[in-house]
């Protein structure tokens, strides 16, 4: 039986390899955000390497269906967007509005995901993410490799 979170390739010794994807990082940036990635710097888990805190961008490095998460708590009185991107694609937004408390927005999508594509957060430039506490967190695992291209 296989682990879904698992490929299984040959090499060419004919033995099986697996191979394990998954990723969970927050961020401690309470500075102002720009239009770049959100690099989420306290990695909690990074099986496969292919998160980097430095960029702020996930690297699927293989090819399948990937579970994305993420969630923003912005600052009281400060309406943020949280954007997913992948490949340079805006996928999916979520929003806080604050309204003089902490809100906090979450999303997940199942993403196909050929080796090499890139996936990101992007929030709303100028705009402040709650830092004080873990609520700004970026996550995703391979659910399936394969190619599910038909």
């Known amino acids: 039986m296989a682990n879904s979170c698992i490929q299984r390739t040959l ?3 004919d033995t099986i390899k697996d191979e394990f994807v998954a990723f969970t990082a ?3 940036n309470g500075n102002a955000l720009t239009n770049n990635p959100i690099k989420y ?3 909690v888990t990074n099986v496969g390497k292919a998160y980097s805190s430095t960029s ?3 690297h699927a490095p293989i090819t399948g269906i990937y579970s994305i998460s993420f969630s923003i708590m912005g600052q009281p009185n400060n309406s943020i967007h949280g954007n997913l991107y992948h490949n340079g694609k805006q996928i999916i937004r979520i929003y806080t509005k604050g309204d003089n408390r902490h809100e906090v927005a979450s999303q997940t999508v ?3 995901l050929v080796k090499r594509d890139e996936v990101w ?3 709303t430039a100028g705009k402040k993410l709650w830092t004080s506490e873990r609520y700004n967190q970026f996550s995703g695992a391979l659910v399936r490799s ?3 291209t038909n």
């Open 110 to 112: 199942y993403l196909k």
């Open 41 to 43: 710097d306290i990695i």
């Open 56 to 58: 702020g961008i996930f």
């Open 26 to 28: 927050i961020t401690t």
């Open 11 to 13: 090499d060419f010794a």
């Open 146 to 148: 394969g190619d599910f």
């Open 121 to 123: 957060i992007q929030g």
